[in-house]
């Protein structure tokens, strides 16, 4: 098939090019990003971009997604929120690495949690949870979590994220300030420890 081999291409490119660990690549090579994107927009679901996805929104970056996960590094069986589903590509890369039933996903605009649903069942994600609302306030009905990663730039990691976080566990997001930068931070008693940046990148805003 044309998109399986396309996608083949793209992530041999991504592993020579950010160093991808094979774990992240096995689990991006499981995920169709092509059903993710609007069906105009499916001839190029492998290049290396964001898309447009509705709403202002867009579905990030190939190599951002790699990043992300490899950053994140969860091991199976992590419970792992995400702040920011949008089109639910990169809930489903995670999904691949702890198990879709550890996996809980927060979007702000109800009519793309309701279509990331939706494409998630399709492909047999029916097990991660997304519900639509302020993901400021994080999933605390589902705490705690053992890391959890934000895909919209807020000014800072908001507390209540950060508490939802066990100790020793890991946050990671693009922060602005001025510019943005890609932040991991190591949870300790609720406070975030050795923050890392981890380069300049571009995403939407946190409402
Ligand atoms: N995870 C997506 C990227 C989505 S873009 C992917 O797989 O590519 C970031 C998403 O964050 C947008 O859909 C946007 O609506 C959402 N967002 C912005 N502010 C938010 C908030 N306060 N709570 C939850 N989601 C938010």
């Known amino acids: 098939m044309a998109y399986e ?11 020579e090019r950010e160093s991808l660990s094979e774990r992240t690549a096995e689990a991006m090579r499981a995920v169709p990003r092509h059903e993710f994107v ?15 996805i509705g709403n202002g929104q867009t579905i990030s970056a190939p190599h951002m997604v790699a990043i992300m996960v490899d950053l994140l590094d969860p091991d199976p069986g992590d419970r792992i929120l995400e702040i920011g589903t949008g089109c639910g590509y990169h809930a489903a890369v995670t999904a691949e690495l702890v198990g879709p039933e550890n996996v809980f996903s927060v979007e702000y605009h109800e009519d793309l949690a309701a279509q990331a649903r939706e494409t998630l069942d399709d492909l047999g994600y ?34 209540p994220i950060v508490e939802q976080v066990r100790s020793g566990g890991i946050v990671l997001g693009p922060i ?3 510019r943005q930068r890609l932040i991991r931070g190591v949870v300790d008693e609720d406070e975030l420890d050795e923050r890392e940046p981890h380069g300049y990148v571009r995403f939407v805003p946190l409402q």
Do not use: M
């Open 5 to 15: 081999q396309a996608r083949g291409q793209l992530i041999a490119d991504l592993v």
């Open 38 to 52: 609007p069906p105009s927009r499916r001839e190029s679901a492998y290049e290396d971009r964001p898309l447009p």
């Open 126 to 159: 029916g097990a991660i949870s997304v519900r639509s609302g302020d993901g400021k306030q994080g999933w605390p009905e589902h705490a705690p979590y053992d890391g959890a990663y934000l895909t919209c730039a807020g000014s800072s990691f908001p507390s």
């Open 176 to 178: 602005a300030d001025g």
